[in-house]
């Protein structure tokens, strides 16, 4: 118990040991909270997760002060401060090389309806090929995914643990980013800046899922990812799902809770990817009150996150009423699902 203690506060010390056990479980499960009050704890991962948290500088968080004492107070309103330029703001995607052609596709559309700013391509598995058509794309870096940096199953794309890596690796270094899928399209750059202004006005949560499925959350989420994260089953009912394909997220303490917590559960095999997940989902015709037997890993994780932070902020939520999206990416960017490009990527310049 001491050893555990110790591996889980190596950087922490006078402390009493209650106190330090109290925040152990506050870095390492997940809290619940109901009218502003602390109800309970998720499951706690694992202590050998917190060398990751140090690597991606999510070990200490803001979100709560005076946390030991469980005396919860929220640190920022619904008013975000986010301060960020729109040529700040960088696209990050990923692919592997069966995913190439469709991913090309979105980077062509970036840069023929000028928008030039950075991209940041993860190499999942790219061919030499692939990889020298992306280098005559101007200011794109690629980054080789270091799959040997994290446990085995990472390396299952199926489960998308990647994801969630990515995504913190980005928040440490960048204000602002996409983080986008190989189908996302980009196209309409006066609709984009009007969206940033609005979320540095404070109207957009500032981990943006804005692109909705149609059925909840609860619907397409296996149940044992509720032990790590707990949500109750009347918000998980209630709150439509986003695709995680195309998110917008800024530095800010709660997006570092978001992704913080979304790491975690991609690092632990039976939060993101628990036994018998399956993407497929057989909905009745309610596709809000009831399972369809299926699960969507890390988008599933975000949205059980995103919806917790929200609805302990009091924070307005999507219900069923799909119509109606505040601050939707509609206007500018869409999702073409195997939109392939098969000719080479042009040579572009800023
Ligand atoms: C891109 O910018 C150029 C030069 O300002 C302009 O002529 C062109 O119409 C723009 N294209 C789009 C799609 O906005
Ligand atoms: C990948 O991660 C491993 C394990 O952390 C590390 O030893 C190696 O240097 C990393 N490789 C690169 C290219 O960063
Ligand atoms: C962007 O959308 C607006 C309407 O919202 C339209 O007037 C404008 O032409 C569009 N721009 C491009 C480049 O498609
Ligand atoms: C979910 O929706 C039902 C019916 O509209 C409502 O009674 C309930 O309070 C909602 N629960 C939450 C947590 O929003
Ligand atoms: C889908 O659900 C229906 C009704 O519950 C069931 O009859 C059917 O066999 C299921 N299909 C699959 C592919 O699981």
């Not at 020298?132 to 101007?138: A, P």
């Not at 006066?190 to 943006?208: D, I, L, M, Q, Y």
């Amino acid at each position: 118990m001491i050893v555990f203690i110790v591996s889980c506060l190596r950087n922490i010390s006078l402390l009493s040991i209650s106190s330090m056990s109290m925040l152990i479980s506050l870095q390492m499960s997940f809290p619940v909270f109901h009218n502003k009050s602390f109800v309970k704890f998720g499951r706690r991962f694992a202590c050998d997760l917190i060398p990751y948290l140090e690597k991606f500088e999510l070990l200490s968080t803001d979100f709560y002060e005076n946390s030991l004492g469980f005396q919860v107070s929220i640190v920022f309103n619904s008013k975000f401060n986010l301060i960020f330029k729109d040529n700040e703001v960088v696209f990050v995607t990923y692919a592997s090389g069966n995913h190439f052609a469709e991913s090309k596709m979105g980077i062509h559309t970036l840069r023929t309806n000028n928008f030039t700013n950075k991209i940041i391509f993860y190499d999942l598995g790219l061919s030499l090929l692939n990889i020298e058509e992306l280098q005559g794309v101007c200011n794109l870096e690629i980054r080789v995914f270091n799959y040997t940096a994290y446990p085995k199953f990472v390396r299952n794309l199926y489960g998308y643990h990647f994801k969630p890596i990515i995504i913190a690796d980005i928040f440490r270094e960048f204000k602002a980013f996409w983080i986008i899928d190989a189908s996302a399209r980009f196209k309409n750059l006066t609709n984009w800046k009007r969206f940033n202004h609005r979320v540095r006005s404070g109207a957009v949560e500032p981990f943006a899922l804005r692109h909705p499925s149609s059925h909840s959350i609860f619907a397409a989420t296996h149940n044992e990812m509720y032990n790590y994260l707990p949500l109750s089953a009347s918000i998980a009912r209630n709150y439509s799902m986003f695709d995680a394909n195309t998110m917008f997220v800024v530095r800010s303490d709660f997006a570092k809770e978001a992704v913080k917590w979304n790491l975690l559960c991609a690092l632990t095999k039976e939060c993101m990817d628990p036994p018998r997940s399956k993407l497929g989902c057989n909905f009745t015709n309610d596709r809000f009150g009831v399972s369809a037997g299926c699960h969507r890993y890390d988008q599933s994780c975000i949205n059980v996150i995103v919806a917790s932070l929200k609805h302990r902020l009091g924070l307005p939520y999507q219900g069923h009423n799909l119509e109606k999206i505040r601050d939707s990416f509609d206007k500018f960017a869409s999702v073409k699902r195997g939109e392939d490009m098969a000719r080479k990527l042009q040579h572009f310049k800023c």
